[in-house]
């Protein structure tokens, strides 16, 4: 995080050059400074837009008002509705669309801010997501944040973090005797702990530096076991990470802790969803047993629920 937008455009022009993505844009600093186009070249691009699509609630500036038809996509959900990110404004949106795939569902508890939410989920350009031949030589790896926010009280109740799923599964690799690694943003101590629980921990921020890096690691692994937020969880909110539709898209099986999601993704194979640690252990075996068919699973899963084609053509047609 810094008020010096020189790595920010660098690290935008290399993506959009390894992409072949010709795009007007424009950066604004924390001084007001526009970079790209001029903040009136920005205005009167908005006037003409037909849809603005904001992600994740996290930029508003003035200039957004003037377009016609504004649209929110939550990737966080539970402490988007509950103001986590202390940035609020959903009367700004016309259309609100929400990673909590079972929003307003029976079973589901995650707070809307009494607002309505379509159901949406993350989309994968599949053409980018090459499969090469899974190995079970590799270890189950993940990626993420240990505590991206501190816990949220909304309403006499606590939604948390990952770190307070995690405390079952400091010792599984050791306990099971498999090779288990997390790129991990964390406390010292916490991967302290996680080490001596059988856990090999790297730098999630050099393992996420480029998407060519990112994908390599996806790659590189046997498929995903990872735990959710304890607020994804709770609620049976439904979300799924776009991490996890990631390994998917490479044919890597996943074994993700269930937040709902089984609700709307029923597949006996490439995804496995668990409540307890006993059935994550149960998973990781029942992958390790088939793993070619889950690993040709894990991508046909990836084909039917997240293909952007599908995926963003349905969002478009309901935001307008």
């Not at 290399?14 to 920005?42: K, P």
Request: with cysteine; glycine share 8%; net charge neutral.
């Amino acid at each position: 995080m810094t008020a010096d937008p020189t790595n920010g455009i660098a690290y935008f022009n290399r993506f959009c050059e390894a992409y072949d993505i010709r795009v007007s844009w424009c950066y604004l600093a924390e001084d007001g400074t526009a970079y790209g186009m001029s903040r009136q070249e920005l205005k009167e691009l908005c006037r003409r837009s037909d849809l603005y699509l904001d992600l994740s609630n996290v930029n508003w500036i003035p200039e957004l008002a003037e377009c016609r038809r504004r649209v929110l996509v939550d990737t966080d959900p539970v402490f988007t509705q509950i103001d986590g990110h202390g940035l609020g404004g959903f009367d700004r949106y016309q259309v609100l669309f929400t990673f909590g795939e079972n929003v307003h569902q029976r079973g589901c508890d995650m707070p809307t801010a009494g607002v309505r939410w379509l159901p949406t989920r993350q989309p994968v350009v599949l053409d980018l997501w090459p499969v090469r031949p899974g190995d079970l030589s590799k270890p189950f790896t993940t990626v993420g944040n240990w505590s991206a926010l501190r816990a949220r009280v909304y309403e006499g109740k606590v939604y948390g973090m990952k770190d307070r799923e995690f405390t079952p599964f400091f010792s599984l690799p050791k306990t099971i005797g498999e090779s288990m690694e997390m790129a991990l943003n964390a406390p010292d101590d916490v991967k302290q702990r996680l080490a001596e629980g059988g856990w090999h921990v790297v730098d999630g921020r050099m393992v996420a530096f480029d998407p060519a890096t990112y994908q390599k690691y996806l790659r590189n692994s046997r498929g995903e076991f990872t735990v959710a937020k304890h607020g994804y969880v709770v609620t049976r909110c439904g979300w799924f990470s776009e991490r996890t539709a990631c390994y998917l898209a490479s044919g890597r099986p996943v074994i993700a802790q269930d937040t709902g999601f089984s609700q709307w993704l029923q597949s006996e194979f490439g995804v496995i969803a668990f409540k307890t640690p006993e059935q994550a252990i149960d998973g990781i075996r029942e992958v390790n047993r088939r793993y070619e068919l889950h690993c040709a699973e894990a991508r046909r899963v990836a084909e039917m629920y997240f293909d952007a084609r599908t995926v963003l053509s349905l969002l478009v047609e309901q935001a307008l």
